[in-house]
Structures are given as C-alpha cells and as structure tokens.
C-alpha cells in the first residue's frame, strides 16, 4: 500500500528530530581512544593508539591555567585545551579554555561549529551574548544578552554567533569555558569575512554589506589578529 503523505511528512520530522539529537561527537565505545598523531591514517577525528603503549601523560598536560596570560590588541586571549593537547581527549567530546580580557578588552563575535559551550566568570565582570539563526519571524535574529559577574555561568548553544565584554576600564577578567566536543573550531566572524585568504571578492562584501567598496578594501587590509592559542 502506497505511504500516505501524512505519513511521509512523519517520517521525515523523525529523521530530522534524530538528526538533531545525535549533532555532537560521537559516544565512545571504549574506555578510551588515545590520538595517535603519528598515524598517516585520516579518520574524523584520530586513529586509536595502541592501548597497550597508552600511560598517565596522554591524559594529562601542565596547562598553567591558573596563570595570567598577555592579551592582543582587542584585548583577549584564549587558552584552549583540545585533542591536539591531550591525545587522551580523542572521543571524549569535550575542551576547555581559559580565556583572558584585558580591561575594555573583548573576545569578539565567532563560533564554534562543532561545540555547545559553558562559560564561567572567575574575575571580573563580562557582558557577553549570542544571536539567534535565521528563524521564522520574529524571532529572526534575536538577541540575548546578560552581564555576568564572579561565579555566574552562561551557555552559548552550538554554532550561534557570541561574544564577551570586559566593561571595567581599569580591572582585566577571566572566564573558564568547557566546551562540548574534543575541537570545537572558532569561527572569528571578521577574521573570515574580511580577512580570508585568498580575500572575498570586495564586490561580493560590498553589496552583502551595504557599503562602498572602498570601505571593503579598508576593511580587507586591517590585520585581523587571532586571540586563540
């Protein structure tokens, strides 16, 4: 008997609704799977190393995260401690940074493609948001913005635009962020629409932008610093 379209149009939101739910690194089917970074295989993620050579230091690494670290010139700077850090991360599905704001110092707008994060203020004061996708009006867009103080946490969901914003002109702040996959990716949203490499088209940024190009080209040979080490 042929599906009804009631049917079809079931089947498809399950799909999706199963699609969303497992939109994360992958569970692990073993105690662990320590990266071998020496492999020449290429799987997504890291190929196992041999469990019998794995000891105490692929899960472990003097990280310093108690220590200041020297902010940029947009006054940050994040200390991030992934699979390519810890080998014994691999599978795990989860990071964490330090991040560092120097007085009026800021980790700009960005994302992180494959990771959730948690952010937790341990000095300071931050104002810190994140944007909502392209949804149906009027919730297009929206955004969500709250001043956190010492001890407060926030969540920033997976992939949506976010930032943090140290508004005290004399005190530097800190924040620790766990993120939910072992490398998470940052996306710096000026860094990759101004400058890219090769650069977009200016006519492209011109009309997407609603500017002169000229504006464009100032834009593209600013050097657009990176704050994740």
Not at 31 to 56: L, T
Not at 61 to 90: C, E, F, H, Y
Not at 133 to 154: E, I, Y
Request: with cysteine; net charge neutral.
């Amino acid at each position: 008997m042929a599906s009804s379209p009631s049917f079809l149009l079931l089947v498809a939101l399950l799909a999706l609704v199963s699609w969303q739910a497992v939109a994360s690194d992958p569970g692990p089917l073993q105690d662990f799977c320590v990266a071998d970074m020496q492999s020449p295989v290429r799987v997504n993620g890291f190929v196992c190393k041999n469990p019998m050579e794995v000891n105490a230091d692929d899960f472990f690494k003097a990280a310093a995260l108690d220590k200041p670290r020297v902010t940029n010139k947009i006054g940050s700077n994040v200390t991030l401690i992934n699979v390519m850090q810890i080998a014994g991360l691999n599978t795990l599905g989860i990071s964490i940074a330090r991040i560092d704001y120097a007085p009026l110092g800021q980790n700009p707008p960005h994302t992180h493609p494959r990771a959730t994060e948690i952010l937790t203020v341990l000095e300071g004061t931050l104002h810190v948001g994140f944007v909502t996708s392209n949804l149906p009006a009027p919730a297009r867009n929206k955004f969500f913005l709250k001043v956190l103080n010492k001890g407060d946490a926030f969540v920033f969901p997976v992939g949506l635009i976010h930032f943090q914003f140290n508004p005290n002109p004399h005190q530097p702040a800190v924040a620790i962020a766990a993120l939910s996959s072992q490398n998470p990716g940052a996306i710096t949203i000026a860094n990759a629409v101004f400058g890219s490499d090769p650069s977009i088209s200016d006519g492209v940024l011109a009309k997407a932008f609603q500017v002169e190009k000229n504006t464009i080209d100032w834009l593209q040979a600013q050097f657009w610093e990176n704050n994740h080490n």
